[in-house]
């Protein structure tokens, strides 16, 4: 009896001090004083530091936690006495619980941020609380405005006749040119197009709503609708190609083939409208010029039919067809080979 005591004792006894050592041997694993290491920071896009309201802040960089990582904690605050700030906290998840991280996340800048200076603090805490900070200024830019209308252009193949195309056929490997607009006519980013003199280009209206869903085929729902309206191309003085020598000036020639409805569009000058269309300015139009897209409503659906495909760079189109201009898109035209 009293030797099985004793053995319990020596039992009891090396248990607790087992357990002492392998608390003492956890304690080890966590150093009190390494602190996290954060490698460089790439703060924005390209490490611009800047991103726009509305959009998101691209951040990425390694993480070195000996004591493994807890918890990862983002600041950005307005600086110049503005008050708004967007936070961060990351505690759970792929960065959480591990020795080496590489951070690379998004964070959502809200459209409402007012744009100016702002000031972050990259925080990285560790199991054992300690604590490093990685600080930077950066700037957030105005919420870019949404595009409210958009004109694409597409080099084709085709041939000019007089005052319009043969042969027009797509052509593989060609990247379109565009430029959006906002709602009052105004290209939104950089505003023009480059283009081949001699190049050949079918041009794309596209006009959005408020939730981004394309609606410029409103203006050929069906016949009634599309004989109250037509596009214009104002402003470059353009030489036109039955004017020109040696057929070298500019065409411009609306040419949908379908309503919105699905039915056909009768053939010939005057019944399409430009929703979709084919341009070419010619090598007597060479250089840079400034030009407006309108679309035309008329105040007598009789009107249309007496535009030709000469007239659409009237300087007196207004006067000539009465009537509104529902939209006006101005942009420059790079007419230059090489660009």
Known sequence: MKTTKIGFITLFTMLFFGLLSSCKKDDDDIPALAKPEIGTMEIGTDNSKTAAAGSDLHLEGNIVAEALINKIDIEIHQEGGGSYKITKAYTEGKYIGVKNATFHEHIDIPSVAPAGEYHLHFTVTDKAGNTTTVESPITITAAEAKAAFKLVLTEVKGEGHGDHFHDLADKEGVEPLSVNFDASGEAIGHSHFHISPSGVYKVELKQYDAAGVEIQGQYIKDKATADNYKVFITGGAFILNPNSENSTGAIFQPKETTYSDGTAIPSGAIETTGIISYFTAGAANAGEKDVKFV???????????????TDWNLTNYDVK???EDVFRLSFELHAEDGE
Do not use: E, Q, W, Y
């Not at 679309?295 to 495909?309: E, M, P, Q, Y």
């Open 321 to 323: 067809f009465p009537g």
């Open 295 to 309: 679309l035309r409503k008329f105040n007598d659906k009789s009107t249309k039919a007496t535009i030709t495909r």
